[in-house]
């Protein structure tokens, strides 16, 4: 285990400088792109996971041993557009910063 560490610190240690150089060039813009998209990741993970959990019920509303007519994979399909939009928007800020504005363009 000690080695795997000692491994991972020297790669972080290799890489620490380029990391701090790229975290002090990014805009607040930026910033917010890379939060969108990471949102966007896990809420398409979470809603994934909320539609197979209830992949039994896909397609049905209220049946007798379920009244209620929202179930789990509505509210997972709901989640992953609205994420799928946040990693879209969250992408495109970091596109927009780091392609068209470090160009000259903006």
Do not use: C, N
């Amino acid at each position: 285990m000690a080695v795997v560490l000692d491994r991972i610190g020297a790669v972080m240690e290799q890489y620490r400088d380029k990391i701090q150089e790229y975290l002090q060039e990014m805009t607040p813009l930026e910033a917010a792109g890379w939060v969108l998209a990471g949102f966007g990741i896990i809420g398409i993970i979470a809603g994934t996971l909320m539609a197979l959990d209830d992949i039994h019920d896909f397609g049905k509303t209220s049946y007798p041993g379920h009244p209620s007519p929202l179930h789990h994979w509505m509210y997972g399909i709901i989640i992953i557009a609205l994420s799928s939009v946040a990693l879209a928007v969250g992408v495109a800020l970091i596109v927009y910063e780091r392609l068209y504005r470090r160009m000259g363009h903006g």
